[in-house]
């Protein structure tokens, strides 16, 4: 259910300030990014048009409590297919970074965060790796990667895991 | 002789040692030469749906340690290359440069970012790599997945297209091996929203493992380890969800391409595919 009533005229400024989501307002809602999309091919519950047309509208607590704006998969399929040019995976995108400043973080990211700020990789390279790829013949790699963390601290975008 | 700086990023050099080890091993073939990054970490993209500038400078630093062996770089992952890609743009960008200059880094030099595969479509040439097919894969029939960061957006590669791709198909049967069309090329392995919703990820597999079996595939050819996650680790869970029976291998190029070298099944790291290719082995010998 849409309420009109309860509309935040500003949302959709804050998106168009955020990196990805500066083409917002050039959508007419030709709905050529749902047609293009494979997650909606299967799953009609993510539909990258509605949440672009709630943004408009400025229906902030719809987009961003919403589980299926993390479905999108980042393709780009949509973003091909635009007619207004509109790079659309990316405006998703900047719509999912939004819902993280707000608080609407998915569990996933979160333990993806906490692994690159304490090893700088996804997974982690245990003896027994490092073992077979010397068997392999393949060269030694780092088993943590200090720097990340550094830029991890340098965003302050490590306020994710307090939340 | 042609050099570059190889990015492994997180999955390859844990997950996918037989993609790296074939990938290695088919360069040696063809005189490229290619140089670890010591240093190198996560490429990204994991955190881009939560921050796209933490992403960005994570990948920045990578591209940057190419940049300080003078090489251009080339990645083994689809969404290595989409985000080191995105970096290397964001390099000429001042405002993203002088950040990076805050963290404390510096890109001395511009480099490239290229996939592997595209590599060796720009660089070497299919003409080129057929010179050194000694034993054609004629009998096979190949499904060919590009992966969705292989080239989209076109705004960051200009390479192939997006609608109808083609380098791949054209590389797969330069090893004698047919490739076979099918409608929805392009289509989303679904290894995205796996984190966020499995049942999803697996319908989306689902659908070219579907296609690849209609269309009685020896295998289907990835490019990207997380491709491979979803065709190959998670096909069990697909045929368990569909009642269909799949049992299709799934090889990564640089494999079949260097079984076409004449390399043998260890060069090309076989035994760690987990769907054993021995009908396909004896389909070609």
């Not at chain 2, 995205?192 to 209609?214: C, F, P, Q, R, Y």
């Not at chain 2, 799934?250 to 260097?258: A, R, T």
Request: proline content about 4%; aromatic content about 8%.
């Amino acid at each position: 259910m849409i309420d009109l009533r309860k509309s935040d005229p500003g949302f959709k400024w804050e998106i168009i300030k955020r990196e990805g989501g500066e083409g917002l307002l050039k959508c007419f809602g030709c709905s050529d990014c749902a047609a293009s999309c494979p997650v909606r091919y299967f799953d009609e519950r993510y539909n990258p048009r509605k949440i672009i047309r709630l943004t408009l509208l400025g229906m902030k607590d719809n987009v961003l409590s919403s589980p299926f704006l993390w479905f999108c998969a980042h393709c780009h399929a949509c973003t091909e297919r635009c007619p207004q040019g509109i790079k659309v995976a990316e405006l998703i995108n900047a719509i999912k970074n939004y819902a993280v400043d707000k608080g609407y973080c998915p569990e996933g990211y979160k333990i993806q965060l906490d692994l690159l700020l304490k090893m700088g990789r996804l997974y982690e390279v245990e003896d027994f790796d490092l073992k077979k790829r010397q068997r392999l013949g393949l060269p030694p790699i780092d088993k943590t990667i200090q720097d990340v963390a550094k830029i991890l601290e340098h965003t302050n975008i490590l306020k994710v895991l307090k939340k | 002789m042609k050099k570059y700086a190889l990015f492994l990023g997180c999955t390859v050099p844990v997950r996918a040692q037989h993609y790296e080890l074939s990938a290695r091993n088919v360069a040696k073939e063809l005189g490229i030469e290619l140089v670890d990054m010591p240093g190198a970490s996560c490429c990204g993209f994991p955190l881009k749906a939560v921050d796209a500038e933490t992403s960005l400078l994570i990948a920045a630093r990578n591209v940057a340690l190419a940049s300080q062996m003078k090489l251009d770089v080339v990645t083994l992952c689809n969404s290595c290359t989409a985000m080191l890609s995105d970096a290397q743009v964001q390099l000429n960008n001042k405002e993203f440069h002088n950040e990076f200059k805050r963290v404390g880094f510096s890109y001395p030099q511009e480099v490239k970012v290229r996939h592997f595969v595209r590599m060796l479509y720009e660089d070497i040439g299919i003409e080129n790599i057929k010179k050194y097919v000694k034993k054609s894969l004629n009998p096979l029939k190949i499904l060919a997945h590009y992966g969705c960061h292989y080239m989209r957006p076109s705004s960051l590669y200009g390479f192939d297209s997006t609608e109808v791709p083609h380098t791949l198909d054209e590389l797969v049967r330069v090893t004698g091996a047919e490739s076979l069309q099918y409608a929805d090329k392009k289509m989303c392995c679904g290894g995205s929203v796996l984190g966020i919703d499995e049942d999803l990820a697996i319908t989306m597999s689902n659908h070219k493992l579907n296609v690849a079996k209609e269309q009685n595939a020896d295998a289907l050819v990835s490019i990207c380890p997380f491709c491979t996650v979803m065709y190959e680790d998670n096909q069990r869970k697909a045929e368990t969800k569909f009642n269909r029976q799949y049992g299709i291998p799934v090889l990564y190029y640089p494999q079949l391409l260097g079984l076409s070298f004449g390399l043998d099944g260890n060069a090309v790291g076989l035994r760690f595919n987990r769907i054993k290719p021995d009908a396909l082995l004896e389909r070609i010998t």
